[in-house]
Nanobody
Framework: QVRLVESGGGLVQTGGSLRLSCAAS????????MRWFRQAPGKERVWVAT????????YYDDSVKGRFTISRDKANNMVYLEMSDLKPEGTAVYYC?????????WGQGTQVTVSS
């Protein structure tokens, strides 16, 4: 079993920055990848970014490319999402996801609100 706990959300003005963290715990934590998703009010949860756990290769949705950076700290089982130049449409609950071929784990989410 893997437990994911997100933190770092909050209220920020348009153009501001935030850093989200995801702490992972479990007996054996070695996912294929870690991902960030977000869910805006009244909308579906959508993928934001991926980091391949072992290689560190990253992928981004076009809407955040160049503004968000995903990273991981393997030694401490941490995943981060650095967000800059935030826009009001970035207001959402952000979720951390541990992705393996057979199972996925989700955190409880952290709220990010971008004021205009």
């Amino acid at each position: 079993q893997v437990r994911l706990v997100e933190s770092g959300g909050g209220l920020v003005q348009t153009g501001g920055s935030l850093r989200l963290s995801c702490a992972a715990s479990g007996e054996t934590f070695n996912p294929y990848s870690m991902r960030w998703f977000r869910q805006a009010p009244g909308k579906e949860r959508v993928w934001v970014a991926t980091v391949v756990w072992n290689s560190g290769t990253t992928y981004y949705d076009d809407s955040v490319k160049g503004r968000f950076t995903i990273s991981r700290d393997k030694a401490n089982n941490m995943v981060y999402l650095e967000m800059s130049d935030l826009k009001p449409e970035g207001t959402a609950v952000y979720y951390c996801n541990a992705n393996d071929p057979l199972v996925q784990f989700w955190g409880q989410g952290t709220q990010v609100t971008v004021s205009s």
